[in-house]
């Protein structure tokens, strides 16, 4: 089954303790992306990937790291986790549906630093 | 700034009755445009998208959207809502219609009353 997956599921932290969220995909996609929700804000992209070792910053990369040593992997890295840092994450990769590209959401991580 | 609005932030529709969920556009003459739904705890599912061609399209779970140029609209409908579509609604704009650049809205949430 083709699908994106995501590593936990849910997370509760402590300031500044480092964690690793890791995004694994099937679907052999060159391109995966890392998004935040939060209330009221909708989606917003942290950092993406457009192929092995080559990655990019979206819109919200403060206090975020990525990295793509293999094609199917894209982990997201809190080096030094912030209560601001609380929300839902989801990764994705970009693939053919419906007739174009699109992106393939995980399942989602909910993420709670205290 | 380009942008995708969705005006409503929570819509209330009775079980059986129609549903159109609003969405406007910012950017493009011929946009890439998509609905996802987020059902509470589950990630992202494509419902639809737009690319070019019929301005009706047709998508799962029995929902349709209409492109409108000339209002900068897509619009999602359903002629008969069920109890099991209760969710979140995102519309989303590919601003390089290359599935690498997504802005989302900040989404629409629809409860659904007996």
């Known amino acids: 089954e083709a699908q ?9 932290t402590v300031t500044g303790k480092k964690l690793t969220v890791t995004c694994s995909q099937n679907m052999n996609h060159e391109y995966m992306s890392w998004y935040r929700q939060d209330p009221g804000l909708g989606l917003r992209q942290i950092y993406y990937s457009m192929n092995v070792e080559v990655t990019d910053k979206g819109d919200v990369p403060e206090g975020y790291k990525v990295s793509r040593k293999e094609k199917r992997n894209f982990p997201l890295i809190l080096e030094s986790p912030s209560p601001n840092q609380t929300s839902l994450y989801f990764c994705a990769s970009r693939g053919q549906a ?6 393939y959401f995980g399942p989602g991580t909910r993420l709670l630093v205290l | 700034a380009q942008s995708v609005t969705q005006p409503d932030i929570h819509i209330t529709v009775s079980e059986g009755a129609s549903l ?26 494509l419902l639809l998208k737009y690319f070019s061609g019929d301005t ?16 900068s609209s897509f619009n999602l409908r359903k002629p008969s809502v069920h109890w099991s579509d209760a969710a979140e609604y995102f519309c989303a704009e590919d601003l390089n219609q290359a599935g690498t650049a997504l802005i989302f809205g900040k989404g629409t949430t629809l409860s659904v009353s007996s």
């Open chain 2, 20 to 45: 159109e969920l609003r969405c406007n556009y910012s950017y493009g003459a011929t946009p890439y445009l998509f609905w996802y739904v987020q059902s509470p705890g589950q990630g992202l599912q």
């Open chain 1, 98 to 103: 419906l007739g174009g590209e699109t992106q």
């Open chain 2, 56 to 71: 009706l399209v047709q998508g799962i779970k029995g929902f349709e959207a209409e492109f409108k140029r000339s209002q």
């Open chain 1, 4 to 12: 994106v997956t995501q590593n936990p599921r849910y997370l509760i």
